[in-house]
């Protein structure tokens, strides 16, 4: 069973736009999410996180906004540039002992096209 | 200079053929990881390690064995390659006061 779901599997927007990431996960337990992008030939980076205890974490252009009650996250980014063009995986991880282990989506492609 | 390394970046083994994949790291860190990245499956953990004499099974540990030599030294071994393994490899660490991992470039491993 995937407790971290990234539904759409690539997303293009146009430079300047907004691109917004989403999501899904089942796991209540989860209580730290992570978002990660990743360029062809390298391994993912580390782009912004949020505690459960937040609803929304800024970081320049990047956002990541948590709705607990529905189980969903999603990352902004504005205004979107082609250099962001990349993978971006969601991540979780839960506590009581299981913060060791990160629980990744599969992934979404997003293109922004000049 | 990278601080996760991996070696080697790209391989390509036959079937039956034991090999090794290496990481090292400059952050200090205590913590490592090893996940595999398959086209559309995301990245799952293999083996983590929280220090030189703690090994743990990740969600996929079947076919893989890992020992870590040092603090900063962490290595995956395939001891029978079979074609399914063929995948994208990454280490990662973390300093285990927070969640956020940072990952090596990966290594591409092709099993004929």
């Known amino acids: 069973d995937q407790q971290v779901k990234q539904n759409s599997p690539s997303l293009s927007v146009q430079e300047g736009r907004i691109s917004i990431l989403n999501c899904d996960y089942t796991?209540?337990?989860?209580?730290?999410f992570l978002w990660y992008k990743k360029y062809p030939a390298e391994g993912p980076t580390f782009l912004i996180s949020?505690?459960?205890?937040?609803d929304k974490n800024e970081d320049g252009r990047f956002t990541v906004f948590l709705n607990k009650s529905a189980k969903h996250l999603s990352l902004h980014i504005v205004p979107s540039q082609p250099g962001d063009s990349a993978v971006y995986f969601c991540a979780a991880s839960g506590s009581g002992g299981s913060n060791y282990k990160l629980t990744f989506g599969k992934g979404t492609l997003l293109t922004v096209n000049p | 200079d990278a601080d996760v390394t991996q070696t080697p970046r790209n391989r390509i083994t036959k079937t039956g053929k034991r090999i090794m994949l290496e990481c090292s790291q400059t952050?200090?860190?205590?913590?490592m990881y090893w996940y595999r990245q398959d086209p559309g499956l995301g990245l799952r953990l293999i083996y983590y390690?929280?220090?030189?004499?703690?090994?743990n099974k990740g969600e996929i540990s079947d076919g893989y064995s890992v020992s870590r030599q040092a603090q900063a030294k962490f290595s995956l071994s395939l001891e029978s390659a079979i074609p399914n393994q063929t995948a994208l490899y990454f280490c990662?660490?973390?300093?285990?006061?927070?969640?956020?991992?940072?990952f090596g470039p990966g290594t591409r491993l092709l099993v004929l």
């Open positions: 952050k200090g860190h205590d913590r």
């Open positions: 990662a660490t973390s300093d285990g006061s927070k969640e956020t991992q940072y």
């Open positions: 390690s929280f220090d030189v004499k703690d090994i």
């Open positions: 949020i505690s459960s205890i937040k």
């Open positions: 796991n209540s337990m989860f209580d730290y």
